[in-house]
């Protein structure tokens, strides 16, 4: 069933003033999406910003999770999707009709910590997080944090492991890493965005997991470096491929994506985790948003066309004001040859 | 002839409603296992008794969730009647006359809380008071099933707690109201033959108990259904374990949790199966509490025939 929306000018609830005043009456369109809720700040910035450049395009936004994203979008419920990881291929197969993928903004996972007698940034490496999740690491005196961090007071204290208990996004890139540098990893948590965690409390969304980290003496926890970022939470650097311990930063995340970009899949469902290049931060992801190639409805295509080429040039500025990683100039490249596959006529 | 018709057609509206009511449960039971039909399929029965939850692998049992659901239920209820009996004891018959009216606002005002917030108080308040408690918790009971495991604040004993505020409100007030329903002859006729005061509350407890455990069932069945509340503060980790130190998981966080982003099939029919569960167990509690209420309304008849209707809720 298609229940694309087709506004006009007059059915527009709540709309601005300057509905009425756009030269060419009745063109008005509005677009519904649905999905991650990673990237909704940055989303919604952008469709009232493109909304105040283009007054006749309302595009409406609900972060209602990426997994509900892909199933609106899966049922026509909803015009494009947004998901923090890429759709799997039986997921691409159940889906009505092809689906493109184009990240529009970069994310990263940072480890965030709570060891009493411990001051300034501690140093991890994707090992040891892993067996840290598995519950091999019990104690933060163990000689592998000992061998990372040989400066820290670290105490002879029990580690309490807080992850995600909500499905999401955030949790999806960080054991996409750990199961990248850890095949026990791998073999016993997989990747998904939720996992069945062998050790651990789990905390609802980001606060959730701060507020458990923050107030647990010796935890351990991880959340999205934005969160990170507006709460001042300090947070741990990561060893990266290249053996470098790099700390999370706007620069450290589009390095990880620049590296990607040299072998990029041309339907940019590709994994950053644990990029090669040594300024690259290794728990860092590209968001996608979800568009059908040929919709039924080409004035809402070509209204999404529009917008995409603009989110992915003057967009990204507003993207790292708010503290999302820009993308790399090639991967923008790639995608604007890319965006020529959405049908609009 | 007016009149009649005018009854016929109040009688069929009000028929109408009722039925509305059976017909929308049954709708909701139907709906539920048709979205959940591939978990029942694959799962069949091992669904209840099974404690892998592994969307990775699509490995799916509920039996964590139906035991933090009901361990941190019954908890709630065992640890909120006393306090919410005592509340409505006091308010409807020891309590001055000024001071009834902001009491009774108060503990009604308890309930318009919405659960987020106690959620929240949780999160700051009550998990590190907690945990505090738990660090001072001699060892020598620490080898007790009950009191194992490292003290993380997060876990049973919070979830229990914060249930037994929410529900406290819902208790006392309909023990209240029971209370209040009891005819003044019994209070009379108690202090008639000598009773003290303590001793007439006692009878007009004991000829009001229907309506109290009637109370205490709907307290049962809000906490069983908490959702927000209990997953901030439950520790949410699916395993079967005794201790209140333990973080665990209840039906109505796991589905509230994993819902937004299970895209996979399977995984969305394991949680609507969850759902049906909990819906089926809800179920039977209320039975139970019915056949309970029911056994002891005829028990007390054919002692006491001489008693009065029961006072009910």
Redesign the interface.
Known sequence: MVSAVLATAACGGGAPASDQSTPQAGAGVQINGAGATFPYPIYSKWFAEYNALHPDVRINYQS?????G??QLTNRTVFFGATDGPMTDD?LKAAPSPVLHFPTVLGAVVPIYNVPGVQGDLQFSGAVLADIYLGKIQKWNDPALVKLNPSAKLPAT?I?VVHR?????TTFIFVDFLSKVSPAFKDK?????????PV?????GNE?VS??VT??PASIGYVELIYARQTNTAYGAVQNAAGAFVKASNESVTAAAAEAAANMPADFRVSITNAPGANAYPIASFTWMLLFENADDKVQSAAMFNFLKWALTDGQKAATELGYAALPPAVVTLEQAALARVKVS | MRARSQDLGFRLTTGAFAVALVAIVAGIGAALVSQSWLAIGKFGLGFWRTS??????GDFGALPFIWGTLYSSILALLLATPVALGIAIFISELCPAPLRTPLVFLTELLAAIPSIVYGLWG??VL??AV?TLQTHVPDSLRTLPFFSG?P????MLSAALILAIMVVPFTSSVAREVLKAVPVAQREGAYALGATRFEAIRAAMFYARTGIIGAGMLGLGRALGETMAV??VI???PQVSASLFA?Q?TMA?VI????????DELY?HALIEIGLVLFVITLIVNGLSRLLIWSMARSGQARKPARPAEASA
């Open positions: 209602i999770g990426s997994g509900g892909i199933r997921q029990d309490t208990s909500d499905g999401s996004g948590v997989g990747v998904a965005t939720s996992v069945n965690w651990g409390v789990g905390g609802k959730g507020g458990l107030q647990t | 892998t939850w592994d969307p990775v692998a999160i700051f998990v590190p945990r490292p993380l604040g997060v876990g997953t901030m520790g949410n980790n973080p998981y966080a509230a949790n994993e819902f937004t982003e299970a895209a969305l």
